[in-house]
């Protein structure tokens, strides 16, 4: 399912790819697709690292758990394979998305701080100066954006301009040849603050159609596999139920006294503001009344990488004591079911032979050992986090990758995939935020709801025409 534009048959008509340059990439790839393409992949996100590997610029999008995180993980590996390494640039929207892939975030890729993109001259300036930020667009051969449903049409064109001015030596073509992979979906957070109601989305940028040779939009989805519920959260994301499916939705809501055993107690809440999410934590870690254990990060660089860091996932201070819930916040052994997400309960501290955890970290150099409730049990290392420029660390953060499990924020739940959840949706605003919501959890059975009024279950107007375009077009 694919709109094309100047995708008109596979990898024909690609105005980008003239130059001498071309035909060794093309080998490159093809070698590098009979490696890369796993048989796991779908049809669709083999087609897409295709396109990457032949170095044509991508738009993935799909509804939540269709993989596109994953995709772009593949993608940006095709990427260092086919450019040079320090030629490829991987950002995000937001610093916490741009932490979760080992990138920077697009704001400072640019050089254009977080200042209004309104006048594209005065932004070029401001980056023609920042010496850094030119010689960033100069290398650029490929450029990854993740979450860019999050980035308005006025910035996404002001990026478009900056890069063609500032490499026209280089190519007059869109993007001055960089080859683009944006991903996100337009259903889920949409732009904060957009300067200009003609060009809220980045869709509507007047560079968007021509940046892109592909737009995909994935169709199957991975993390649920119910097809009622898959089918619910489809409806949900258009903004559109019937009765049948709120009745659904209804028989989520939690009662008073409900479900005596385990729910609500054991599992995560989900919750739009961050001040519910502290005070559900820090009031359940209390009522424990064991002794704290204090896991501080421990962070390398300079800033703006470092505020980057503390703007991610990982906690600045975490404290934990036996009896916690806690959650995964990296991918650690997905195989046996330690991903992001993953919950459970810190049965005890051990000591940490040799220099599992420094004492920046723990002064008591203890590792807390978490039962997960996938069955497994393990004493939970530091993990690191990266702020990268091409290749290089700017900034690192290192942590225990583990968060309070109790309550969780909306924003920081993005990405993550949860068995049992309770939603409080008395406080969502917006569009997309109950889809957001809803599509982390596995199972209708495993969802609780609160605070839930059928009338906060909307889309936007232009996102809806939108993908009507795209479906069009992949017809
Ligand atoms: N081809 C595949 N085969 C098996 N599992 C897959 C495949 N692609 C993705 N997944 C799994 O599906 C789940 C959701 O994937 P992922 O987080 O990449 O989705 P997403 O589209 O980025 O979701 P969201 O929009 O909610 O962030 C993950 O557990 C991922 O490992």
């Not at 049809?43 to 738009?59: H, K």
């Not at 055993?261 to 919750?271: F, G, K, M, N, R």
């Amino acid at each position: 399912m694919l709109l094309t534009r100047r995708f008109i048959a596979p990898f024909v008509a690609v105005s980008r790819l003239t130059s001498p340059s071309s035909k060794t990439l093309a080998t490159q790839s093809d070698a590098h697709l009979r490696h890369q393409c796993s048989p796991d992949l779908t049809d669709q996100q083999s087609l897409v690292l295709d396109a990457v590997a032949r170095g044509r610029s991508v738009f993935i999008t799909g509804s939540a758990g269709t993989g596109k995180s994953l995709l772009l993980r593949h993608a940006i590996r095709v990427l260092r394979d086919i450019h040079p390494r320090h030629s490829v640039f991987v950002t995000a929207s937001t610093g916490i998305a741009a932490t979760a892939i080992g990138g920077q975030t697009l704001h400072s890729f640019a050089g254009i701080g977080t200042q209004s993109a309104d006048d594209a001259n005065a932004v070029l300036r401001d980056v023609l100066r920042n010496r850094p930020a030119a010689r960033r667009w100069a290398a650029a051969n490929a450029l990854v954006v993740d979450e860019v449903s999050m980035i308005d049409g006025r910035l996404f064109d002001t990026l478009e301009t900056i890069a063609r001015r500032v490499r026209h030596r280089k190519s007059d073509d869109v993007w001055g040849g960089i080859q683009i992979i944006a991903s996100g979906d337009f259903f889920q957070l949409p732009p904060i603050n957009s300067p200009d109601p003609e060009k809220e989305f980045a869709f509507e940028a007047d560079c968007w159609d021509a940046s892109f040779d592909l737009q995909i939009d994935l169709s199957h989805v991975f993390r649920q596999s119910d097809a009622k519920f898959i089918e619910l959260l489809q409806c949900i994301r258009l903004g559109r139920c019937n009765p049948d499916q709120l009745r659904l939705l209804d028989q989520c809501r939690v009662v008073q006294e409900d479900d005596g055993d385990q729910w609500p107690e054991t599992v995560t809440s989900l919750y739009p503001l961050n001040r519910d999410v502290q005070r559900v934590n820090k009031q359940r870690l209390e009522e424990l009344e064991r002794e704290i254990v204090v896991y501080r990060a421990m962070d390398r660089g300079k800033n703006p990488w470092r505020k980057q860091l503390e703007r991610g996932i990982a906690p600045d201070v975490l404290e934990v004591c036996v009896g916690a819930r806690v959650m995964l916040i990296k991918n650690l052994d997905v195989e046996r079911g330690l991903v992001n997400g993953s919950v459970g309960v810190v049965t005890e501290f051990v000591e940490s032979s040799g220099r599992a955890i420094s004492a920046r970290i723990c002064p008591d150099q203890l590792l807390p050992v978490v039962q997960f409730d996938v069955g497994v049990k393990v004493a939970v290392k530091p993990s690191s986090w990266d702020v990268m420029e091409g290749q290089v660390v700017l900034a690192r953060r290192r942590q225990v990758p583990l968060i309070l499990a109790w309550a969780v924020s909306v924003h920081k739940c993005q990405g993550m995939t949860l068995d049992r959840m309770h939603a409080d949706l008395s406080r969502v605003f917006g569009c997309g935020m109950v889809y957001v919501v809803l599509s982390r959890v596995r199972s209708l059975q495993g969802l609780r709801l609160s605070g839930f009024n059928p009338s906060k279950i909307k889309a936007h107007p232009k996102v809806l025409q939108f993908y009507e375009r795209l479906q069009f077009g992949q017809s």
